[in-house]
């Protein structure tokens, strides 16, 4: 039988390349037709389908699709440290040991030289909802993802064999990431800052490109607590929500971390500026009582808030190279994380903690 599903470019995706997929569930199925929804662009290409088969009652028939990106920007940023790879590497061998809810993978495979493909199920066909990039989420919302959060960190803060076995996540692919990250980082952060206008106070200019220019010691700070695996991009784009509560999707950038990071990304980005001055000190002992309970470490309380103000730093950086490159997000939404990654960071002192702008 061809198990071979890795396709290119969305019109590969034929009534054959779908029967694969069925087969490897229901072998006596049927494909007879498939109809693409929609195509989108990004880090990944994303294709939404409808598949016509005769066990409707069994498999979903409305599928997700990621393959590699077609845009060649942002191909040429997120091949070369194989983000689509990791992706699929998770949810081959972490997803059935991660607590949190995950989509429903279908199939996803990577073969060398070739490329990458994941297919999932399409939240819609069992009555979830995807989250999108500009959501402003209440503190209730805030709390149940915080849970999430916390079952994820405190699932794998004890699980160093199991991480250690994932070559995937070994120190070479981190290195990748870290030199491209330092090539990139100066002159997107100067043509993001550029963009963004007015969403960003000019004090805060200067110290965000003495970030950019001095990225790898600022990443040697920010990643010196690694001790769990993190989602490392949650922003209210990247969940969907169910009758249980909020799930996590686009696992490209998972990484060995410090949950706390997970933290400051997904407060600095989801949450209304307002509310997240009144409640972030609750919040992050809600976290932090949440880790306790689902079995991690005892996060000390003083130091969990000076990490969090340091990661927030993060959140400006992806927001703005996101805004830089073009065609990753959709931008409205991007430009409304952007305004308040970088309220969170000017509230927070956050570029100061880093030694940035004396």
């Not at 409707?56 to 440290?81: D, G, M, N, Q």
């Not at 963004?196 to 965000?208: E, F, Y």
């Not at 001055?277 to 079995?295: C, I, K, M, N």
């Not at 996060?299 to 990661?311: D, K, S, V």
């Amino acid at each position: 039988m061809n198990n071979h599903i890795v396709v290119r470019h969305p019109r590969q995706l034929t009534p054959q390349w779908a029967q694969r997929i069925l087969r490897r569930s229901i072998p006596h199925a049927t494909v007879s037709a498939v109809e693409i929804e929609s195509v989108n662009p990004g880090t990944t290409t994303r294709t939404a389908l409808t598949v016509e088969h005769d066990a409707s009652a069994e498999y979903p028939r409305r599928w997700f699709v990621k393959t590699p990106a077609l845009l060649l920007k942002s191909r040429l940023i997120t091949a070369l440290p194989g983000l689509l790879q990791k992706e699929i590497h998770f949810y081959n061998g972490l997803a059935r040991h991660s607590p949190p809810n995950l989509p429903q993978v279908l199939a996803a495979q990577h073969r060398f030289g070739l490329g990458s493909t994941l297919v999932m199920a399409d939240l819609r066909e069992s009555g979830q909802t995807p989250g999108q990039v500009g959501d402003a989420l209440t503190l209730t919302q805030a709390e149940a993802v915080l849970r999430e959060l916390a079952k994820l960190h405190a699932g794998f803060s004890g699980k160093s064999a199991l991480l250690q076995a994932q070559t995937w996540l070994n120190p070479f692919n981190a290195k990748i990431e870290l030199a491209l990250g330092d090539w990139l980082a100066p002159p997107l952060m100067r043509r993001g800052l550029r963009r963004a206008g007015d969403l960003i106070p000019q004090d805060l200019h200067k110290p965000a490109l003495e970030y950019a220019f001095n990225r790898r010691r600022m990443m040697r700070q920010l990643t010196a607590a690694s001790n769990t695996l993190v989602h490392h991009d949650c922003h209210p784009g990247n969940l969907f929500w169910t009758a249980d509560g909020p799930g996590f999707l686009d696992w490209q950038l998972v990484r060995l971390g410090e949950g706390v990071s997970d933290v400051a990304y997904f407060l600095a980005t989801a949450l209304p500026s307002d509310l997240r001055r009144e409640h972030e000190r609750a919040l992050l002992d809600y976290y932090r009582a949440a880790v306790s309970a689902f079995g991690g470490p005892e996060l000390p309380r003083g130091r969990t808030f000076e990490r969090y103000r340091r990661h927030v730093a993060y959140a400006v950086e992806a927001m703005v190279l996101t805004l830089a490159v073009g065609d990753l997000m959709e931008e409205a939404g991007n430009r409304a994380l952007i305004a308040r990654a970088a309220t969170a960071a000017a509230d927070l002192q956050t570029f100061a903690a880093l030694g940035c702008g004396d």
